[in-house]
């Protein structure tokens, strides 16, 4: 399999717990304060996860500058991702949601500049598209 299907079929497995899990907060009943629990995990681990992508670009970007600026505002997620997680409840999913979307903005930005694959981008869109959402919906559900 090549590194493209490869990176789509992962990248769409690693989307399955946003949705079951979301899903477990509308419909879970009993379990629907452990499956919000678990989602807000899961979502700051993937947030930060995202900010080692560009840690791993910054370390070998050509330009010294650059990479000093990349490999500093790539801690941002995982801050920004332990705050919303600190705060709980719906803030905490609105908060997700605008760390998903910086950071799709932030990856489709690579791609335009060369410096990631046309199908990077193309990945990144679904799937801050999808997790977006999930995170709105979850919001949405704490009210």
Do not use: C, H
């Not at 977006?132 to 979850?138: C, K, N, Q, S």
Request: aromatic share 14%.
């Amino acid at each position: 399999m090549d590194t493209k299907k490869a990176a789509f079929w992962l990248g769409l497995a690693g989307y399955i717990p946003f949705g079951a899990l979301a899903l477990g907060m509308v419909f879970g009943g009993a379990y629907a304060p452990s499956a919000q629990m678990l989602l807000i995990g899961y979502a700051a681990v993937i947030l930060s996860f995202l900010g080692g992508i560009r840690w791993g670009i910054g370390l070998v970007a050509e330009d010294g500058r650059r990479q000093a600026l990349t490999l500093a505002m790539s801690v941002i997620p995982s801050l920004w991702a332990w705050v919303a997680a600190f705060i709980g409840g719906n803030v905490a999913f609105l908060m997700f949601a605008i760390g998903f979307i910086a950071m799709g903005w932030w990856d489709n930005k690579l791609v335009v500049e060369g410096g990631a694959p046309s199908w990077f981008g193309s990945l990144r869109l679904i799937l801050t598209g999808l997790v977006t959402l999930t995170m709105l919906a979850a919001s949405f559900a704490t009210l």
